[in-house]
């Protein structure tokens, strides 16, 4: 039997049980496939049907920065909190249902950069009000890219806000970095991940996922 994509993969952290894999055709394509995978065992094992999803707008990149719509390569876990304006779907992470005045900080120059902030006044930068982001913030986990546990602290300018969430449009479209899924397969994938099984996701044009 050809071993799966996840099974071929080097670099997941040994306690990794839940690996999402997102994939597309070349460095410059805006549409990726999303595919997870639950470890029984030494084995992986399909656990969803692939998903169609959308990255960013100018494609895959190794060296994101801020304000550049590119999505990062890598391996990253899901960050510890689930987000979404709406109610919780049913999901296993810890939820905060987002509320006027919560913000993701994306102000290079700030010491809280890249991270969640409660404020009554705008953070500077790019950061974005999370409350206003509806539909595309229904519901979305963190990627913790250019974050702990991924780096020690933010790097200034190196990007921030890179998250799974929810088509901004109905038919989907480019992201700014982040990876979308139509409402139904986010949800689903949302109440599949399990903290327990310190779930990474991996990012990479699909004839460069043997890097990982």
């Not at 040994?14 to 549409?31: D, K, M, P, S, Y």
């Not at 006027?100 to 409660?118: G, I, L, M, T």
């Not at 409350?131 to 790097?155: G, K, L, Q, S």
């Not at 190196?158 to 088509?167: D, V, Y």
Request: aromatic letters at 8%.
């Amino acid at each position: 039997m050809k071993p799966t994509k996840a099974a071929r993969l080097t670099s997941l952290p040994a306690a990794t049980a839940q690996v999402l894999i997102v994939t597309g055709e070349g460095w410059r394509t805006t549409h990726a496939t999303l595919e997870t995978y639950d470890r029984a065992g030494d084995d992986w094992r399909t656990a969803l049907p692939p998903l169609p999803a959308r990255i960013g707008a100018d494609g895959f990149s190794d060296r994101h920065v801020e304000g550049v719509p590119t999505t990062p390569t890598g391996v990253y876990a899901i960050g510890p909190t689930v987000y979404g304006i709406a109610p919780n779907p049913g999901v296993r992470h810890p939820y905060h249902r987002v509320a006027v005045d919560d913000w993701w900080n994306a102000e290079p120059e700030s010491p809280h950069y890249n991270s969640f902030q409660r404020s009554a006044e705008p953070l500077g930068g790019q950061s974005e009000a999370l409350w206003r982001e509806d539909p595309a913030y229904t519901h979305f986990a963190v990627i913790t890219y250019n974050m702990p546990p991924t780096v020690p602290a933010p790097v200034p300018h190196a990007g921030s806000g890179i998250f799974l969430h929810e088509f901004s449009r109905a038919e989907g479209n480019p992201t700014a970095g982040c990876v979308s899924l139509s409402h139904e397969h986010l949800v689903g994938v949302l109440t599949w991940l399990d903290p327990e099984a310190a779930p990474h996701i991996v990012l990479s044009p699909a004839e460069h996922l043997d890097n990982y």
